[in-house]
């Protein structure tokens, strides 16, 4: 079983960044690939990033590339997201997700994922 805690989320103008964190319990963490998807109001969940659990391999939507980074430490049993370049397009609930021995790219589907976390909110404003 695995817990999982978003932080960092709020409100920025267009054009700034943010930080979202998500602090995994339980034991072995490296043996989870974790990813971040988001949703807007009235629109479905979607895939944002992914990593796997040595941090090797990561993926990205189209939307975010170039923009968003995913990292691990793995020590500290966390995973984040760094959101620069943030567009009114990015405000949505973003939710961080895991399962255990599964690839990044395969934790693109939200049908691979085993464990979410409550959510945190990111508002960008125009």
């Known amino acids: 079983q695995v817990q999982l805690v978003e932080s960092g989320g709020g409100l920025v103008q267009a054009g700034g960044s943010l930080r979202l964190s998500c602090a995994a319990s339980g034991r072995t963490f490296s043996n989870y690939a974790m990813a971040w998807f988001r949703q807007a109001p009235g629109k479905e969940r979607e895939f944002v990033a992914s990593?796997?659990?040595?941090?090797?391999?990561?993926f990205y939507a189209d939307s975010v590339k170039d923009r968003f980074t995913i990292s691990r430490d793995n020590a500290k049993n966390t995973v984040y997201l760094q959101m620069n370049s943030l567009k009114p397009e990015d405000t949505a609930v973003y939710y961080c997700?895991?399962?255990?021995?599964?690839?990044?790219?395969?934790?693109?589907?939200?049908?691979?994922?085993?464990?979410w976390g409550q959510g945190t909110q990111v508002t960008v404003s125009s």
């Open positions: 990593i796997s659990g040595s941090g090797g391999s990561t």
């Open positions: 997700a895991a399962d255990s021995f599964r690839s990044a790219q395969a934790m693109r589907r939200i049908a691979n994922v085993k464990y």
